[in-house]
C-alpha cells in the first residue's frame, strides 16, 4: 500500500508529522484528523469492510463545528418539521433525505449500518440511484439533528427534503407507465405463443375449433393490454385531432385500435387472419419508447427539483430581549437580525454592531473576505464568517439584491432558443406519408380485391410501425445521459445533450469554478530562525481558535498548544506557547503586537500575505490564495487541442485575475465582471456566430448561466445556480466537461443512424405491404427486429470511456512557488 | 390435441396470476431501486449468524495480513 495518500480519502497527504491509525492490524496514514476520525469510528463498529468494498475514492469529511452542528439542531424545530417529517400509523416518524458525498455501493452500506445502531433508529434505506435515503424512528428516543450529525460523523451530508407536487405526480405517473408496459410486454408474449401455430399452418388438419380457441384466447389476452397499455396512443391522438396536428400517435392509433376491433370481428364472424399479436406487440415497443422519454426527464428533473426544497431560509430576529427563529420571508425593513458565524445573510442592511469578514464571492466573485463593520452594509445571499454581527434589515424578500438577480435570469430564460428535436421533424413527414400510403392501399384494394382490402391496409399500418423509430432517440440519450452521470456530468434538460454537439467557445467563471473558491495554503517562507514544520505548527494552533476563512485553511494540519489566543477580527491573532508571546494575521498588526520594524516587502501578485512572528522576530511569511483545481490545467489543454476557444471572465478585480489567466491557456480573460457584464460578453459572442457554454457556481454568474446556450454548473455551485443550469458536474474535477463534449457529437451520430435505420426499415417493407405480400407474423418479427437493432445501436453509448489525463497537484507547499511554475 | 382445451385456459390463468404479482411489484415500488440489492448481498452482514464452531478465526494482530480471501470467511 503505497504512503503518499490517505487510506480513507486517498487524497495526497500533506508533510509534516504523519497521522496514523491501526486498521486491521496495520498502520494507516491519513491526510487530516478528520479522515482518521471516521476511520476510527468505522474500525469501532466492526465495517471494516467498507475498506475492501468500496470502488471509488471515499469523500474527505469537512470537520464538524459549532456552526454545523447549529444548523442541524434548526431542523428540531417545530416550524421546520411540520412539512418534511411524516407521521406513521404506528407512532414512528418518517422523513426523506437527500445525502451528498455518497461515491460507491460501500458508503451507502456504511451509512445504513452506521445508523441502524443509533438508538431510535428504526430503519434506513438509501436508494442507489437516486441517493436518497428514507429514515423511520421513533419519536423521543433519537432527534432528526442527531440521525443527520450521525450521517455527518461519517463524511457525508444529508438535509431532508420535501419531495415537490411535480415529483409525486412523476412517480405516480411513472409506475403507471411501468404497469402499463408491463401488461403490454406479458400480453405480447402470450399473444406471440398463441399466434405461433396460427401463422405457421400448424392447425391445418384439425378442428376448426381448436383454431377458434386460439383466436379467442390471443383475443382475451389482447383486451387488457388494448384497453389499458394502448389508451394514452388513442387519447393523444384524438387531442390532436381536434387541434389538427399530425403526430405519430395518429396512425398508430389507427393501427392499434383498428386492428383490435378488425381481428375481433373476425374471431366472431370468421376470415383470414388476426392481427392480435402485432397489436400487443406494437402497443409494447412504442410504450417503452414513450416510458424511457419519461424516465429519463424525470431523472433529469429529480436533480433540480430536490434543490428546490433546500432548507428554507430562516433568520434570527431580534425582538426586544428575546431572539426568534422566523422564516427569512417575513423580515420587514427596520427589523432586527443576528448573524452568527457562518450563517449566510438573509436580507440586505446595515450592520449595527459587531464586526466581521464576509465572504461576497458568490456575489462578486472576489474570493479574499471583506471585512465590515457598524455602519456598512451587507447583501443578502453574502456569508458572513468570522464573529456575531446584529444587521438592521434595509431590503428584504422580493426587494433585494439577490431578488433583482434572480428576476433578471428569469427573463434571460425566457428568451432562451430552443432547438427543434430531430425526431419530431421526421416524424411530421412521415405520419403524412403513412397515412397517404394507407389510405392508396384501402382504395386500390377496394377495387381489385375487397375482401382483402382491410387486411392489407392493417398490414401496410403495422409494418410501418414506428417503433424504431421512437425508440430512436429516447435509447440514444438515455444511454448517453447514464454514460455520462457515472462520469460525473448531470445533464438536467432534454436539449442540453443535442447542444453539447454545436458549441465552439467556453466562458469560465474564476472563482470556485476553476479555481477551489476557498483559501488554502500556497508556501510558507520563513524569516527567521524557526524551522518549516515548526511555523507552520504555530500558525495552525493561532488560527485554530479562528472563524475567518483564512483560518480554515490551516484546519487540517498538526498545530501546536497555544494559551491565551485572542482573535482581533479582521486583523490577526496572538497566543503564547511556553512564556513566549507569538502573533499572526496583517503586518501592521504582527508588527504592533511584537514591537517589530516592517518586514521586508513581497510582490504583489494578489495573493494574501499574512505574517508570522514572536516577540522580536519575524518568523514566517505565509502565502494563501485560492487555488485552480488540480485538472484546470490538464482539461483546458484538452479542449484547446480540440479547438475550442476559452474564455474567463471574473468579478474579481485582484491581480489574482491575471495570475490565475497566466497559469492556463487562455485565449481571453476579463476581470471586474458584473453579471450584467458577462451577460453582455455572452450575447456578443452570440451576435459573431459562436455558440456558448457557460461554467460557474455562483449567483454572479446567474443571469450569464442562463443567457448562454448551455450553461454548466459545477458541484459547490449554490443552489440555485445548479437549478437554473443545464447541466451539472457532479464532483470536484472539470475532466467531465471534456467527456461530455466528446460524447455529445457520438450521440447525434447514433440518433442518426438510428433514425436512418428504422426510416430504411419501413421504406423497403411498406411497398411490399401495399403489394400484400406481408402476413402478420413477418411484420411483427420486423417490427421487433427494427426496435431491437435500434436499442443495441444505442447502448454503444454506454460503453465508451474518455479519460483525459488528471493531474493530482500537492495542496500543501512549504516551498515558495515562482509563478511560472504551471498548474499550481 | 384436446388437451389444449384444458392447456390453454390454464396458461391464461397463469398469466392473469403473474400480472397481478407485477402490478403489486410496482404499486410496491419493487422497481425503485435497481442497483442497491446488486451490492448489497455481497456485503457479510450475516457474521453473526455463523455458528462458533465453524466460524474462521481471523489472524492476529502482529501477523502481515495476506490474501482477501484467507482474512475473509465465504
Same mark, same amino acid.
Given at each position: 500500500?503505497?504512503?503518499?495518500?490517505?487510506?480513507?480519502?486517498?487524497?495526497?497527504?500533506?508533510?509534516?508529522?504523519?497521522?496514523?491509525?491501526?486498521?486491521?492490524?496495520?498502520?494507516?496514514?491519513?491526510?487530516?484528523? *478528520?479522515?482518521?476520525?471516521?476511520?476510527?469510528?468505522?474500525?469501532?463498529?466492526?465495517?471494516? !469492510?467498507?475498506?475492501?468494498?468500496?470502488?471509488?475514492?471515499?469523500?474527505?469529511?469537512?470537520?464538524?463545528?459549532?456552526?454545523?452542528?447549529?444548523?442541524?439542531?434548526?431542523?428540531?424545530? +417545530?416550524?421546520?418539521?411540520?412539512?418534511?417529517?411524516?407521521?406513521?400509523?404506528?407512532?414512528?416518524?418518517?422523513?426523506?433525505?437527500?445525502?451528498?458525498?455518497?461515491?460507491?455501493?460501500?458508503?451507502?452500506?456504511?451509512?445504513?449500518?452506521?445508523?441502524?445502531?443509533?438508538?431510535?433508529?428504526?430503519?434506513?434505506?438509501?436508494?442507489?440511484?437516486?441517493?436518497?435515503?428514507?429514515?423511520?424512528?421513533?419519536?423521543?428516543?433519537?432527534?432528526?439533528?442527531?440521525?443527520?450529525?450521525?450521517?455527518?460523523?461519517?463524511? %457525508?451530508?444529508?438535509?431532508?427534503?420535501?419531495?415537490?407536487?411535480?415529483?409525486?405526480?412523476?412517480?405516480?405517473? !411513472?409506475?403507471?407507465?411501468?404497469?402499463?408496459?408491463?401488461?403490454?410486454?406479458?400480453?405480447?408474449?402470450?399473444?406471440?405463443?398463441?399466434?405461433?401455430?396460427?401463422?405457421?399452418?400448424?392447425?391445418?388438419?384439425?378442428?376448426?375449433?381448436?383454431?377458434?380457441?386460439?383466436?379467442?384466447?390471443?383475443?382475451?389476452?389482447?383486451?387488457?393490454?388494448?384497453?389499458?397499455?394502448?389508451?394514452?396512443?388513442?387519447?393523444?391522438?384524438?387531442?390532436?385531432?381536434?387541434?389538427?396536428?399530425?403526430?405519430?400517435?395518429?396512425?398508430?392509433?389507427?393501427?392499434?385500435?383498428?386492428?383490435?376491433?378488425?381481428?375481433?370481428?373476425?374471431?366472431?364472424?370468421?376470415?383470414?387472419?388476426?392481427?392480435?399479436?402485432?397489436?400487443?406487440?406494437?402497443? %409494447?415497443?412504442? *410504450?417503452?419508447?414513450? %416510458?424511457?422519454?419519461?424516465?429519463?426527464?424525470?431523472?433529469?428533473?429529480?436533480?433540480?427539483?430536490?434543490?428546490?426544497?433546500?432548507?428554507?431560509?430562516?433568520?434570527?430576529?431580534?425582538?426586544? +430581549?428575546?431572539?426568534?427563529?422566523?422564516?427569512?420571508?417575513?423580515?420587514?425593513?427596520?427589523?432586527?437580525?443576528?448573524?452568527?458565524?457562518?450563517?449566510?445573510?438573509?436580507?440586505?442592511?446595515?450592520?449595527?454592531?459587531?464586526?466581521?469578514?464576509?465572504?461576497?464571492?458568490?456575489?462578486?466573485?472576489?474570493?479574499?473576505?471583506?471585512?465590515?463593520?457598524?455602519?456598512?452594509?451587507?447583501?443578502?445571499?453574502?456569508?458572513?464568517?468570522?464573529?456575531?454581527?446584529?444587521?438592521?434589515?434595509?431590503?428584504?424578500?422580493?426587494?433585494?439584491?439577490?431578488?433583482?438577480?434572480?428576476?433578471?435570469?428569469?427573463?434571460?430564460?425566457?428568451?432562451?432558443?430552443?432547438?427543434?428535436?430531430?425526431?419530431?421533424?421526421?416524424?411530421?413527414?412521415?405520419?403524412?406519408?403513412?397515412?397517404?400510403?394507407?389510405?392508396?392501399? %384501402?382504395?386500390?384494394?377496394?377495387?381489385?380485391?375487397?375482401?382483402?382490402?382491410?387486411?392489407?391496409?392493417?398490414?401496410?399500418?403495422?409494418?410501418?410501425?414506428?417503433?424504431?423509430?421512437?425508440?430512436?432517440?429516447?435509447?440514444?440519450?438515455?444511454?448517453?445521459?447514464?454514460?455520462?452521470?457515472?462520469?460525473?456530468?448531470?445533464?438536467?434538460?432534454?436539449?442540453?445533450?443535442?447542444?453539447?454537439?454545436?458549441?465552439?467557445?467556453?466562458?469560465?467563471?474564476?472563482?470556485?469554478?476553476?479555481?477551489?473558491?476557498?483559501?488554502?495554503?500556497?508556501?510558507?517562507?520563513?524569516?527567521?530562525?524557526?524551522?518549516?514544520?515548526?511555523?507552520?505548527?504555530?500558525?495552525?494552533?493561532?488560527?485554530?481558535?479562528?472563524?475567518?476563512?483564512?483560518?480554515?485553511?490551516?484546519?487540517?494540519?498538526?498545530?501546536?498548544?497555544?494559551?491565551?489566543?485572542?482573535?482581533?477580527?479582521?486583523?490577526?491573532?496572538?497566543?503564547?506557547?511556553?512564556?513566549?508571546?507569538?502573533?499572526?494575521?496583517?503586518?501592521?498588526?504582527?508588527?504592533?503586537?511584537?514591537?517589530?520594524?516592517?518586514?521586508?516587502?513581497?510582490?504583489?501578485?494578489?495573493?494574501?500575505?499574512?505574517?508570522?512572528?514572536?516577540?522580536?522576530?519575524?518568523?514566517?511569511?505565509?502565502?494563501l490564495d485560492d487555488h485552480l483545481r488540480p485538472d484546470a490545467l490538464s482539461t483546458l489543454r484538452t479542449l484547446k487541442q480540440r479547438g475550442y476557444q476559452l474564455i474567463?471572465?471574473?468579478?474579481? !478585480?485582484?491581480?489574482?485575475?491575471?495570475?490565475?489567466?497566466?497559469?492556463?491557456?487562455?485565449?481571453?480573460?476579463?476581470? *471586474?465582471?458584473?453579471?450584467?457584464?458577462?451577460?453582455?460578453?455572452?450575447?456578443?459572442?452570440?451576435?459573431?456566430?459562436? !455558440?456558448?457554454?457557460?461554467?460557474?457556481?455562483?449567483?454572479?454568474?446567474?443571469?450569464?448561466?442562463?443567457?448562454?446556450?448551455?450553461?454548466?454548473?459545477?458541484?459547490?455551485?449554490?443552489?440555485?445556480?445548479?437549478?437554473?443550469?443545464?447541466?451539472?458536474?457532479?464532483?470536484?474535477?472539470?475532466?467531465?466537461?471534456?467527456?461530455?463534449?466528446?460524447?455529445?457529437?457520438?450521440?447525434?451520430?447514433?440518433?442518426?443512424?438510428?433514425?436512418?435505420?428504422?426510416?430504411?426499415?419501413?421504406?423497403?417493407?411498406?411497398?411490399?405491404?401495399?403489394? *400484400?405480400?406481408?402476413?402478420?407474423?413477418?411484420?411483427?418479427?420486423?417490427?421487433?427486429?427494427?426496435?431491437?437493432?435500434?436499442?443495441?445501436?444505442?447502448?454503444?453509448?454506454?460503453?465508451?470511456?474518455?479519460?483525459?489525463?488528471?493531474?493530482?497537484?500537492?495542496?500543501?507547499?512549504?516551498?515558495?512557488?515562482?509563478?511560472?511554475?504551471?498548474?499550481? | 390435441?384436446?388437451?389444449?382445451?384444458?392447456?390453454?385456459?390454464?396458461?391464461?390463468?397463469?398469466?392473469?396470476?403473474?400480472?397481478?404479482?407485477?402490478?403489486?411489484?410496482?404499486?410496491?415500488?419493487?422497481?425503485?431501486?435497481?442497483?442497491?440489492?446488486?451490492?448489497?448481498?455481497?456485503?457479510?452482514?450475516?457474521?453473526?449468524?455463523?455458528?462458533?464452531?465453524?466460524?474462521?478465526?481471523?489472524?492476529?494482530?502482529?501477523?502481515?495480513?495476506?490474501?482477501?480471501?484467507?482474512?475473509?470467511?465465504?
Amino acid at each position: 500500500m503505497d504512503n503518499t495518500l490517505c487510506f480513507h480519502c486517498s487524497d495526497l497527504l500533506p508533510p509534516g508529522p504523519a497521522i496514523i491509525s491501526q486498521v486491521d492490524g496495520e498502520p494507516r496514514h491519513f491526510c487530516c484528523l *478528520g479522515c482518521k476520525a471516521v476511520s476510527d469510528t468505522i474500525i469501532n463498529e466492526g465495517l471494516e !469492510q467498507f475498506y475492501q468494498q468500496r470502488s471509488a475514492p471515499t469523500i474527505t469529511p469537512q470537520p464538524i463545528d459549532d456552526a454545523t452542528r447549529e444548523g442541524y439542531a434548526l431542523y428540531d424545530s +417545530d416550524s421546520l418539521q411540520g412539512p418534511l417529517v411524516h407521521y406513521r400509523d404506528d407512532g414512528a416518524l418518517e422523513t426523506q433525505l437527500m445525502v451528498e458525498g455518497l461515491t460507491c455501493a460501500a458508503c451507502i452500506w456504511l451509512i445504513e449500518r452506521h445508523l441502524e445502531r443509533q438508538p431510535g433508529v428504526q430503519s434506513i434505506r438509501i436508494n442507489h440511484s437516486t441517493q436518497r435515503a428514507r429514515v423511520v424512528w421513533t419519536a423521543g428516543e433519537i432527534a432528526l439533528s442527531q440521525i443527520l450529525l450521525a450521517i455527518r460523523e461519517l463524511g %457525508f451530508h444529508a438535509s431532508p427534503f420535501q419531495p415537490s407536487d411535480w415529483e409525486q405526480q412523476m412517480q405516480a405517473a !411513472q409506475k403507471k407507465a411501468l404497469t402499463r408496459i408491463g401488461i403490454a410486454g406479458l400480453g405480447s408474449m402470450q399473444a406471440m405463443m398463441l399466434a405461433y401455430p396460427l401463422s405457421f399452418g400448424l392447425t391445418t388438419g384439425t378442428d376448426d375449433s381448436l383454431i377458434q380457441l386460439f383466436r379467442w384466447a390471443s383475443w382475451l389476452i389482447a383486451t387488457p393490454v388494448v384497453l389499458y397499455s394502448a389508451m394514452p396512443f388513442l387519447q393523444a391522438a384524438l387531442r390532436d385531432l381536434r387541434v389538427r396536428h399530425l403526430t405519430m400517435d395518429v396512425p398508430v392509433s389507427l393501427a392499434i385500435f383498428g386492428g383490435y376491433i378488425a381481428s375481433a370481428w373476425i374471431t366472431v364472424a370468421g376470415g383470414e387472419e388476426v392481427y392480435f399479436e402485432s397489436v400487443c406487440m406494437f402497443t %409494447f415497443f412504442l *410504450g417503452l419508447g414513450r %416510458f424511457l422519454e419519461m424516465r429519463g426527464r424525470y431523472r433529469a428533473g429529480l436533480a433540480g427539483a430536490s434543490l428546490l426544497n433546500a432548507m428554507p431560509q430562516t433568520a434570527r430576529l431580534q425582538l426586544g +430581549d428575546t431572539e426568534r427563529l422566523v422564516p427569512a420571508q417575513t423580515l420587514k425593513p427596520g427589523d432586527t437580525i443576528n448573524l452568527r458565524p457562518g450563517d449566510s445573510v438573509p436580507a440586505d442592511g446595515t450592520i449595527i454592531a459587531g464586526s466581521s469578514a464576509l465572504d461576497e464571492s458568490m456575489l462578486t466573485g472576489e474570493y479574499l473576505p471583506v471585512t465590515r463593520s457598524s455602519g456598512e452594509r451587507v447583501c443578502a445571499g453574502t456569508v458572513n464568517s468570522e464573529s456575531p454581527l446584529q444587521i438592521r434589515v434595509d431590503q428584504a424578500g422580493q426587494h433585494t439584491r439577490l431578488s433583482a438577480i434572480m428576476r433578471i435570469l428569469d427573463q434571460a430564460q425566457q428568451e432562451k432558443p430552443r432547438t427543434a428535436i430531430m425526431a419530431d421533424q421526421v416524424a411530421r413527414y412521415f405520419v403524412a406519408a403513412v397515412l397517404l400510403a394507407a389510405t392508396i392501399t %384501402f382504395a386500390t384494394w377496394l377495387l381489385l380485391e375487397p375482401s382483402r382490402a382491410f387486411a392489407i391496409t392493417l398490414a401496410v399500418l403495422v409494418v410501418t410501425c414506428p417503433c424504431a423509430l421512437s425508440l430512436a432517440t429516447p435509447t440514444a440519450l438515455t444511454a448517453a445521459t447514464s454514460a455520462l452521470r457515472a462520469q460525473g456530468f448531470l445533464p438536467t434538460r432534454g436539449t442540453t445533450l443535442e447542444g453539447l454537439s454545436t458549441i465552439d467557445t467556453l466562458v469560465f467563471d474564476k472563482t470556485g469554478t476553476l479555481t477551489e473558491g476557498r483559501l488554502s495554503l500556497r508556501g510558507l517562507t520563513p524569516l527567521g530562525d524557526m524551522a518549516r514544520a515548526q511555523c507552520l505548527a504555530l500558525a495552525a494552533g493561532l488560527e485554530r481558535h479562528s472563524e475567518h476563512p483564512v483560518a480554515h485553511a490551516f484546519r487540517e494540519l498538526e498545530s501546536a498548544p497555544l494559551t491565551e489566543v485572542r482573535n482581533q477580527p479582521g486583523q490577526g491573532i496572538t497566543g503564547q506557547m511556553e512564556g513566549r508571546r507569538y502573533a499572526i494575521g496583517s503586518a501592521a498588526f504582527v508588527a504592533d503586537r511584537c514591537q517589530l520594524g516592517d518586514p521586508d516587502p513581497e510582490p504583489d501578485d494578489g495573493s494574501l500575505t499574512i505574517y508570522l512572528a514572536t516577540e522580536g522576530q519575524w518568523l514566517a511569511r505565509l502565502a494563501l490564495d485560492d487555488h485552480l483545481r488540480p485538472d484546470a490545467l490538464s482539461t483546458l489543454r484538452t479542449l484547446k487541442q480540440r479547438g475550442y476557444q476559452l474564455i474567463m471572465a471574473s468579478g474579481d !478585480q485582484s491581480p489574482h485575475v491575471a495570475r490565475v489567466a497566466g497559469q492556463l491557456p487562455l485565449d481571453q480573460s476579463y476581470s *471586474g465582471q458584473s453579471p450584467e457584464d458577462k451577460l453582455a460578453l455572452v450575447k456578443a459572442l452570440e451576435a459573431r456566430g459562436h !455558440q456558448v457554454m457557460m461554467i460557474g457556481d455562483g449567483l454572479n454568474d446567474l443571469p450569464v448561466l442562463a443567457g448562454a446556450r448551455l450553461s454548466v454548473a459545477v458541484a459547490g455551485a449554490s443552489d440555485i445556480a445548479r437549478l437554473k443550469a443545464d447541466a451539472m458536474l457532479l464532483g470536484e474535477t472539470l475532466t467531465p466537461l471534456v467527456t461530455a463534449l466528446t460524447l455529445a457529437p457520438r450521440t447525434r451520430r447514433v440518433i442518426r443512424q438510428n433514425i436512418t435505420l428504422s426510416l430504411l426499415y419501413n421504406a423497403t417493407t411498406l411497398p411490399l405491404a401495399m403489394m *400484400g405480400l406481408i402476413p402478420p407474423w413477418l411484420a411483427a418479427i420486423g417490427m421487433s427486429a427494427s426496435s431491437v437493432v435500434v436499442v443495441l445501436n444505442a447502448l454503444r453509448l454506454g460503453r465508451t470511456r474518455v479519460s483525459a489525463p488528471v493531474a493530482t497537484a500537492p495542496r500543501y507547499s512549504t516551498e515558495p512557488l515562482s509563478l511560472s511554475e504551471p498548474g499550481l | 390435441m384436446s388437451i389444449l382445451y384444458l392447456l390453454i385456459p390454464l396458461s391464461l390463468i397463469l398469466v392473469g396470476i403473474a400480472l397481478t404479482l407485477f402490478i403489486w411489484a410496482v404499486k410496491n415500488e419493487q422497481f425503485e431501486d435497481l442497483d442497491g440489492p446488486a451490492h448489497s448481498i455481497l456485503y457479510d452482514d450475516d457474521v453473526h449468524r455463523i455458528p462458533p464452531e465453524a466460524q474462521v478465526k481471523k489472524p492476529a494482530a502482529n501477523n502481515k495480513p495476506t490474501d482477501k480471501d484467507e482474512t475473509h470467511h465465504g
